[in-house]
């Protein structure tokens, strides 16, 4: 039993604590409401679920055979979240206005898991803590337990957005909580850059 709350308490750790997905999703419960954004946790959540899963399997012997590779996966993922800062920033304010491109989806926010340094360190990571042997029932035990975590954790990003929804109801305040998101975001970016 006290494997499983390791397991646990390593998932909620990473999960809960800020990083460019949960600072999506807070914007997502913000701009759009709980119901769009889910479809962002629930992608985020999937994406990253699957990418533990491999890394368990074996994807992660291919990453130190081709080091360059996790490298550039870094660096896919700092300019994705430069683009998305750039979204946010030049953003005009208006929660109402029709915006297909800003839209959370459930394939964007996979996406971003896979573009997102922090989920593959976390992959690795307990992956090499929880399941090094690569006995695939602790991968699936551990991929188990991470999924309901993560979808709760970033669940509870999305939730708090929807608070601060009532206090953006002008476009100044949209356009500078948007730009505090992207501020956040390239932060992220630059910390990923010089770890």
Same mark, same amino acid.
């Given at each position: 039993?006290?494997?499983?709350?390791?397991?646990?308490?390593?998932?909620?750790?990473?999960?809960?604590?800020?990083?460019?997905?949960?600072?999506?999703?807070?914007?997502?419960?913000?701009?759009?409401?709980?119901?769009?954004?889910?479809?962002?946790?629930?992608?985020?959540?999937?994406?990253?679920?699957?990418?533990?899963?491999?890394?368990?399997?074996?994807?992660?012997?291919?990453?130190?055979?081709?080091? *360059? !590779?996790?490298?550039?996966?870094? %660096? =896919?993922? #700092? &300019?994705?979240?430069?683009?998305? +800062?750039?979204?946010?920033? $030049?953003?005009?304010?208006?929660?109402?206005?029709?915006?297909?491109?800003?839209?959370?989806?459930?394939?964007?926010?996979?996406?971003?898991? *896979? !573009?997102?340094?922090?989920?593959? %360190? =976390?992959? #690795? &990571?307990?992956?090499?803590?929880? +399941?090094?042997?690569?006995? $695939?029932?602790?991968?699936?035990?551990?991929?188990?337990?991470?999924?309901?975590?993560?979808?709760?954790?970033?669940?509870?990003?999305?939730?708090?957005?929807?608070?601060?929804?009532?206090?953006?109801?002008?476009?100044?305040?949209?356009?500078?909580?948007?730009?505090?998101? $992207?501020?956040?975001?390239?932060?992220?970016?630059?910390?990923?850059?010089?770890?």
């Amino acid at each position: 039993m006290s494997l499983l709350l390791s397991m646990a308490a390593f998932a909620l750790a990473s999960s809960i604590s800020p990083g460019p997905v949960n600072i999506v999703a807070l914007s997502a419960g913000a701009q759009f409401g709980l119901r769009p954004a889910m479809r962002h946790v629930s992608g985020a959540t999937i994406g990253f679920t699957l990418l533990l899963l491999l890394i368990g399997l074996g994807l992660n012997e291919l990453l130190d055979h081709w080091p *360059w !590779l996790t490298e550039s996966i870094k %660096l =896919a993922g #700092v &300019a994705f979240l430069l683009y998305m +800062a750039f979204r946010l920033a $030049a953003d005009n304010g208006r929660l109402n206005a029709d915006k297909p491109a800003m839209r959370p989806t459930l394939l964007y926010g996979a996406a971003m898991q *896979w !573009l997102n340094p922090k989920a593959w %360190l =976390a992959s #690795v &990571a307990g992956m090499g803590l929880f +399941a090094a042997a690569g006995d $695939a029932p602790s991968v699936w035990r551990f991929a188990a337990i991470y999924f309901v975590i993560c979808y709760a954790s970033l669940a509870c990003w999305a939730y708090a957005g929807t608070f601060l929804r009532q206090h953006l109801d002008k476009p100044a305040r949209v356009r500078l909580f948007n730009r505090l998101m $992207a501020a956040l975001l390239i932060a992220s970016a630059v910390y990923l850059l010089l770890t």
